[in-house]
């Protein structure tokens, strides 16, 4: 434990004006309060609060940001209060003192309460005055220090990941390297220590291999940055376990492929040296362009300076070069303490950190969502993957451009199966939405949803992926089952026999298929012909009909069969056109309420023992399917009509009570080639009637044609497609 001279002397020994009474008083008022507290490492609790407050002297801060390290538990964990704080020590350690106990209540709340919200105001609290971030990252770096002595393992867990998440990065913002790497490093240790071990190890192993690798290169630098007449302070260190893991995560590679484990750091005199320095070093070795980077001239939001490079070494290896100015590397190290002023006893503001910090303030204060927080501090290190919160706040880190079905799977595979929608920040919005730092996703869930096919286009990460293809295969089967046990079942019929499970058990082998079931589903897919099947189980059955045209057997119903001939005999069977989508063999029907015509937008729904009924995809029958979305089939036209008036137009029309009305309807429906095959009166008064015509035509556009016309006769009101 750093003893109360001790103390006072490293102080003084940077700010010689130092109010001493104050560390002295401060001092022996946390050794009375704390008492005979212990840590958990059996140590005084007191020996905590004089280390942190050693930590924050070796930052060289003010003599208020070491009084609030001697006392920043006192609060939490004594009989102390704010005010009796604000009248020994005066009203900024108190109020310091009460920043710092606010962020250490967070941390216990933080496993129940909502993360993003915490965060948030983790944020707010330290923006008041940033010494309480860094009396409290003083605070977490002796607490990770000491780390090991805390018996139970899911804390050390919980406090490592929250270090690793949080402090680091906020300390990397804030431009304190020194902090963050010693922060990681403890982390690193306690969250993956099979991880650290094996990269200690590799690293003892090349070291014994190429010893003392490290001076040879700093000489070799050395000399020839002189012989340019340059004058360099090099030094050179392996990089942190931690930075060396994390590199083989991002860039996947294995430590073989890492050669540049070495990092060499030239400190010169001034700017125009920097670049010096750096022209010297390409000249000599070769230089690894995609390394290099210039901070000099665009340094880092958190202020940062400096050049890197990478070059070939002396000894052929790959090492990462780091050419800066004294100052700059003082900047580097302490980041935002730097920038400390004494005399004034307030810090510059002028630092590019306090530019960050008030722009974030700003952000948060207009916006109340934590995406940009994240954005800066959480998620610096995370460039890949963005993070979502369940409602309860729970965080859910994903792939970037994951949607939330993604996020839906993520959270549980039923929740993904069951998803029908997704509000995102309160807002409903559709499921192939991607998602951004910070939203909040609430999954809307029903049983009676199953996941959709369409979904595999905006999944990203593999676990929904594979459930909806899963799921999509058994659908499928389940559909070709259905369409395949109709087929067969039609085609026995009409030479009067049944389809048994035993007749077909019977051929299955002809087949090559291992069950009847399976011969049911190859029909359904159109792999195996109904009629095939049929004569293996009847093999005395004549080929009495002929195979339909293109393999397809079309049953047009949607226009009175025998009633309306086709506009040319001469030419196909019926004058239909063929469907897309659908399986070969199938039997169509066209829906009688909604008439649907070549051109327009159509659904086929499967109908057991009657094939697929086509409608218009705004037919308002079809929400009589919308529980079932295994009978749905995606159908379209192959082109449009060829002229034949093969389909059923029905239109709604409103006639004047006079007169030639009728006639002249007629008459402008025949010279455009429709032929009226039904008319009906739905409504009669004195003035009009209201009546429903079936038009025979060859599709969606000469229906549009005769609409049009019928609009423009004097004696016809209204016009409209009519629907069901
Ligand atoms: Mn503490």
């Known amino acids: 434990m750093i003893r109360q001279f001790e103390l006072v002397e490293r102080v003084h020994s940077y700010d010689p004006g130092a109010d001493e009474d104050v560390l002295n008083r401060a001092y022996v008022y946390g050794l009375k309060k704390h008492g005979t507290q212990l840590r958990a490492s059996g140590d005084p609790y007191f020996s905590h609060p004089v280390e942190v407050a050693g930590i924050l002297a070796e930052m060289r801060l003010d003599t208020s940001s070491i009084v609030t390290g001697l006392l920043h538990d006192t609060l939490e964990d004594t009989d102390a209060t704010r005010d009796e704080l604000a009248r020994l020590f005066g009203e900024e350690v108190a109020r310091l003192v009460d920043g710092v106990t606010k962020l250490s209540r967070l941390e216990v709340q933080s496993e129940s309460t909502k993360e993003a919200e915490n965060l948030r105001k983790l944020v707010l609290a330290m923006s008041t005055d940033i010494r309480v971030l860094l009396v409290k990252l003083a605070d977490r770096l002796h607490n990770m220090r000491t780390l090991h002595h805390i018996k139970e393992a899911p804390r050390r867990k919980r406090i490592a990941r929250e ?8 300390a990397s913002r804030i431009g304190m390297e020194k902090v963050k790497r010693e922060l990681e490093e403890l982390a690193f240790k306690e969250l993956n220590p099979d991880g650290r071990d094996s990269v200690l190890a590799r690293l003892g192993y090349l070291k014994e291999k190429g010893e003392q690798i490290v001076p040879q290169v700093e000489a070799e630098l050395a000399s020839t ?31 073989e492929q890492l050669a540049d484990i070495m990092a060499f750091r ?10 010096q320095a750096l022209g010297l070093l390409h000249g000599r070795y070769q230089m690894l362009p995609q390394r290099f980077k210039d901070y000099i001239s665009v340094p880092k939001p958190n202020g940062y300076r400096s050049l890197h490079t990478g070059v070939i070494g002396p000894h052929g290896q790959r090492i990462e070069i780091q050419i800066r100015t004294a100052d700059m590397q003082e900047q580097a190290e302490r980041g935002v303490a730097a920038h400390w002023v004494y005399k004034q006893g307030r810090p510059s503001t002028d630092a590019p950190q306090y530019a960050w910090l008030r722009s974030l303030i700003e952000i948060l204060d207009k916006s109340s969502n934590a995406e940009d927080f994240l954005e ?9 993957q963005v993070f979502c919160f369940t409602p309860k706040g729970k965080l859910i880190s994903l792939p970037r451009g994951a949607t939330p079905i993604d996020f839906a799977y993520a959270v549980h595979s039923q929740v993904g199966d069951t998803c029908v929608g997704a509000k995102i920040n309160g807002r409903m919005l559709p499921l192939r939405t991607q998602l951004t730092n910070g939203d909040q996703i609430d999954i809307v869930t029903s049983k009676a949803q199953t996941p959709s096919p369409t979904w595999e286009r905006f999944a990203v990460t593999g676990k929904a992926r594979a459930a909806i293809r899963r799921f999509v295969r058994v659908r499928q089967r389940e559909q070709y089952l259905q369409l395949g046990r109709s087929l067969l079942e039609k085609t026995f019929d009409e030479e009067g026999y049944q389809v048994t499970e035993k007749g077909l058990d019977g051929v299955k082998a002809n087949f090559k298929q291992a069950s009847a079931e399976d011969l049911i589903a190859n029909v359904g897919a159109g792999l195996t012909g109904a009629r095939e099947v049929l004569m293996a189980v009847y093999p005395g059955l004549k080929q009495q009909r002929k195979p339909p045209a293109g393999g397809a057997e079309v049953v047009p119903i949607g226009r009175p069969r025998g009633k309306a001939k086709p506009r040319d005999p001469a030419g196909k069977e019926n004058g239909q056109i063929a469907l897309t989508g659908l399986i070969p063999g199938m039997a169509v029907h066209f829906a009688r309420c909604c008439h649907p015509l070549p051109g327009d937008r159509i659904v086929g729904i499967v109908t057991t023992g009657k094939g697929v009924t086509i409608h218009t995809i705004d037919c308002a029958t079809l929400e009589s399917f919308s ?52 008319l009906r009166i739905v409504n009669r008064s004195m003035d009009f009637f209201d009546m429903v015509i079936d038009v025979e035509v060859a599709d969606v556009r000469h229906l549009a044609d005769i609409t049009a016309a019928l609009r423009a006769t004097p004696a016809i009101n209204a016009v409209e497609r009519a629907r069901n």
């Open 163 to 170: 270090t690793m998440d949080l402090y680091a990065p906020l």
């Open 225 to 255: 940055l002189l012989e340019g007449g340059l004058v360099a302070q090099v030094s050179g260190r392996e990089k942190t376990p931690y930075s060396i893991w994390r590199k083989m995560q991002q860039k996947n590679v294995s430590f």
């Open 266 to 275: 030239i400190i010169v005199a001034d700017i125009a040296q920097c670049y």
């Open 376 to 384: 800066h501090t959480k998620l610096e290190m995370f460039q890949d």
């Open 627 to 678: 529980e079932a979305p295994e009978r749905w089939i995606d159908v379209g036209w192959e082109g449009m009509g060829d002229g034949s008036a093969a389909y059923t137009g029905r239109l709604k029309i409103t006639v004047a009570n006079q007169p030639g009305s009728l006639s002249s309807l007629s008459t402008v429906i025949a010279r455009h080639e429709g032929n009226i095959s039904n």
